[in-house]
């Protein structure tokens, strides 16, 4: 009998962890959505990391707000504060470097399996088929990030 209840409580266990998985379902955005990375198969994501007192990350936001723009079809760039400022005050240092583009709540690096740099500006490109491909370091341009795209595949004129 007691054997049979054993029995019973390991398959119990290896079923409810069988439903686990590492990769969360989503992840929080400052404004309070919330972002699948399953749901963006086709697009180039790139994750880039800023800190309030970095002054490269606060001269690549215009760049980064204008290739999201142009790019918004094929590419989806998202911030994240390297600092891991939260609530209200992520949105005054967010709204405060003028970032344009969604801003994660929590860092997802741990689910592409990228250590942290210690860099900063740092982004991370995510290709079309959602893999971790490179981390950019530095701050970014326009010119510069076109060049991935064309690494990927992806050409500028499919906008």
């Known amino acids: 009998m007691l054997r049979t209840i054993i029995n ?81 005050r992520l949105k005054q240092q967010a709204t405060a470097l003028g970032i344009e583009f969604p801003v994660l709540a929590e860092d997802p690096r741990q689910q592409f399996g990228v250590k942290p740099s210690g860099v900063l500006p740092e982004t991370l490109v995510i290709d079309r088929n959602g893999q971790f491909r490179q981390v950019l370091l530095g701050p970014q341009n326009e010119e510069k990030l076109e060049a991935v795209l064309k690494q990927l595949s992806v050409s500028p004129q499919e906008q």
């Open 8 to 88: 019973c409580l390991v398959c119990a266990l290896f079923l409810s962890l069988t439903g686990c998985s590492d990769k969360p379902s989503g992840y929080p955005l400052m404004d309070g959505g919330t972002l699948n990375f399953n749901d963006q198969h086709g697009k180039v994501v790139l994750i880039n990391y800023w800190a309030e007192w970095c002054k490269p990350c606060r001269e690549e936001i215009p760049e980064l707000n204008a290739f999201q723009q142009k790019f918004s079809d094929q590419v989806l760039l998202l911030a994240v504060n390297f600092d891991g400022v939260t609530g209200d």
